[in-house]
């Protein structure tokens, strides 16, 4: 069982800044993909932005450039720096982890438990 602890979330003003990270409690390097999801009231989850671990990245259209990605190993820790923050960006944005093929955690997949981020005024 591989626990992701979702931190940084809060309240924010439209064009401010936020780090959310996600702290998982096993080596990153038995997770083949990492990424960071987010559910707004009355919509779907859609995916935010992934990294690979060969930091391969991959953004949705409507954060690229504002938003980045990022991994520390040894922290076994995954960031996602949101930047020129919009309302629109409200959303409870949970952390995602799928298990790389070799390890014991072969194709399986995980989830933090979410983090809401507010962008108001």
């Known amino acids: 069982q591989v626990q992701l602890v979702e931190s940084g979330g809060g309240l924010v003003q439209p064009g401010g800044s936020l780090r959310l990270s996600c702290a998982a409690s096993v080596s990153i390097f038995n997770l083949y993909t990492m990424g960071w999801y987010r559910q707004a009231p009355g919509k779907q989850r859609e995916l935010v932005a992934r990294i690979s671990s060969g930091d391969s990245t991959n953004y949705a259209g409507s954060v690229k450039g504002r938003f980045t990605i990022s991994r520390d190993n040894a922290k076994n820790t995954v960031y996602l720096q949101m930047n020129s923050l919009k309302p629109a960006d409200t959303a409870v944005y949970y952390c995602?982890?799928?298990?790389?093929?070799?390890?014991?955690?072969?194709?399986?997949?995980?989830w933090g438990k979410g983090t809401l981020v507010t962008v108001s005024s």
């Open positions: 995602n982890a799928s298990g790389e093929r070799l390890s014991v955690y072969s194709d399986m997949e995980f």
